[in-house]
């Protein structure tokens, strides 16, 4: 079984930062496709950014310039840095870790509160 712990969340002004990070327990971690989504109340989750195992990242238009994805394979732990943040990012965010080694699997984490003032 694999954990994903969220942790950073919080509030913040439009224009600030946050950083979230996400701890992976379980040995999947390296061969795990990383991403974050999001869910604003009334609104479906989506996703944010990803990161495969080789490092490639993609990103929601809505966040392209302003959020970076990392991983850090060593300490089985996926971030996020949002910069400029605005009030339309806030949303509960949460981890996710998919793969196929040794089977198919989709894990989630329990979500980290972002609120952004204005």
């Known amino acids: 079984q694999v954990h994903l712990v969220e942790s950073g969340g919080g509030l913040v002004q439009a224009g600030g930062s946050l950083r979230l990070s996400c701890a992976a327990s379980?040995?999947?971690?390296?061969?795990?496709?990383m991403a974050w989504y999001r869910q604003a109340p009334g609104k479906q989750r989506e996703l944010v950014a990803a990161?495969?195992?080789?490092?490639?990242?993609n990103y929601a238009d809505s966040v392209k310039g302003r959020f970076t994805i990392s991983r850090d394979n060593a300490k089985n732990t996926v971030y996020v840095q949002m910069n400029s943040l605005k009030p339309e990012d806030t949303a509960v965010y949460y981890c996710?870790?998919?793969?196929?080694?040794?089977?198919?699997?989709?894990?989630w984490g329990q979500g980290t509160q972002v609120t952004v003032s204005s």
């Open positions: 996710n870790a998919k793969g196929v080694v040794p089977m198919p699997y989709d894990y």
């Open positions: 379980g040995s999947i971690f390296s061969d795990a496709s």
């Open positions: 990161i495969t195992s080789g490092g490639r990242a």
